[in-house]
């Protein structure tokens, strides 16, 4: 329950008051003597509430750019158990950033500010900074079919900062990463959960270590794709590149910034491509590919039928499998598997060996840093 006494009472720091007499009252001070004070009115003051519950907020500190959201959630609790409570969202300057009713927190002007939840007694605070020029200059270029580079500048050449480049859509993409709220709080969860992951792998380790000792840098970064997409990127594929400045205990120092761009798309070719089979043996097999556009690249391999091309072709990731080939047979390694005009090859220039009466298929595609022709199967089978 909440009482009021007189602003006198105020004036006694740190001293507990129980009223004595309705025209007086007994204070406890701290040094443990008491004094009888009159009282003429009982207003203003505030005693603390016992039955208040404990509020907590999943961030203290926070970091946005003009226009960017964050959602916010409340725990409420009482002597160490969540209790189920509608709490209360106020920003203590508007002009700064906004919250709903639901703890959608929007910025909408420069500066800091304080977003405050209460909840039946109970109060928890976060300090928002809402920045309006960019923490980053982050650069594209070298933009191909399947590969880039990227340049990232922080404004405050002192910060700690980490960056990524992921899939925008798809498989282990920002698109699918746990909803926490906006694409910038959802990245910025992704990679705590990910530290805390690492971390818990390690004895003695905190997601707090990690996150200082191996995923954050200082100064400037210029690296390829390359760096970061073993095998590279995907032709036509849409990309995030991110990059957030952060204090040693994991907190906001910069807003979550993006730069989303799409990879290039290889331009048809019009070739088809004969394989003749010049000699298949037990162990290996000798053909020669001729296409029809001498000029044109193309990708070449040997696989497996049963075990690995029909299982691609049969599950309809026949798109799959071409990035799976390109990815391991890199041109750096495996020269062979690029071609352009009439070529001849075994069998073992690209399987270690080949087994006795086992059926296999000479893959063939137009490339040029990307597909640019369907897929041709020539199948065989050793002999036995």
């Known amino acids: 329950m909440k009482k009021y006494f007189s602003l006198l009472l105020a004036m006694l720091l740190g001293s507990m008051a129980t009223a004595v007499a309705q025209s007086t009252m007994c204070v406890n001070k701290t040094d443990g003597t008491k004094v009888i004070i009159s009282v003429a009115e009982i207003e203003d003051i505030v005693f603390p509430d016992d039955n208040a519950l404990q509020v907590e907020m999943p961030y203290q500190r926070y970091c946005l750019y003009l226009d960017q959201w964050v959602q916010l959630a409340a725990t409420c609790s009482r002597d160490g158990e969540e209790v189920l409570a509608t709490p209360a969202w106020e920003s203590n300057d508007p002009a700064v950033a906004t919250v709903d009713g639901d703890g959608k927190v929007t910025a909408v002007g420069p500066g800091e500010c304080d977003i405050i939840c209460r909840c039946e007694g109970g109060e928890a605070r976060l300090t928002l900074t809402v920045f309006e ?17 990227y340049r990232i500048t ?35 969860h992704f990679a705590m959960d990910w530290w805390d992951f690492v971390a ?16 954050t840098v ?67 097999v000798k053909f020669t590919i001729t296409p ?45 598997c690029y071609n352009t005009g009439v070529a001849t090859h075994m069998g073992t220039d690209y399987l270690a060996s080949l087994k006795s009466g086992t059926e296999y298929c000479v893959i063939v595609f137009g490339w040029d840093d990307g597909q640019t022709t369907p897929v041709a199967f020539f199948r065989f089978t050793t002999s036995r």
């Open 133 to 149: 020029d960019k923490q980053f200059d982050m650069e594209i270029y070298n933009l191909k079919n399947r590969s880039c580079s």
């Open 154 to 188: 922080p404004l405050d050449p002192s910060v700690r900062y980490y960056y990524n480049l992921r899939v925008q859509s798809g498989e282990y993409s920002v698109e699918s990463m746990d909803q926490h709220g906006s694409e910038e709080q959802n990245i910025y």
């Open 200 to 215: 818990s792998q390690y004895g003695g380790m905190t997601w707090q270590d990690y996150m200082n000792d191996y995923e």
């Open 218 to 284: 200082v100064g400037n970064v210029d690296e390829t794709s390359a760096e970061a997409y073993s095998g590279g990127l995907n032709a036509g594929t849409a990309y995030n590149l991110y990059a957030f400045g952060l204090n040693t205990d994991g907190s906001l120092a910069t807003p979550v910034q993006t730069l989303k761009f799409t990879t290039t798309t290889p331009q048809p070719v019009d070739m088809t491509s004969a394989c003749n089979l010049d000699k298949v043996t037990s162990s290996d």
């Open 292 to 336: 029809s556009n001498l000029d044109a690249p193309y990708f070449v391999n040997v696989q497996k039928a049963g075990s690995y091309v029909d299982w691609y072709i049969e599950n309809d990731k026949v798109d799959d499998m071409i990035s799976q080939l390109v990815s391991s047979f890199s041109p750096e390694m495996y020269p062979d």
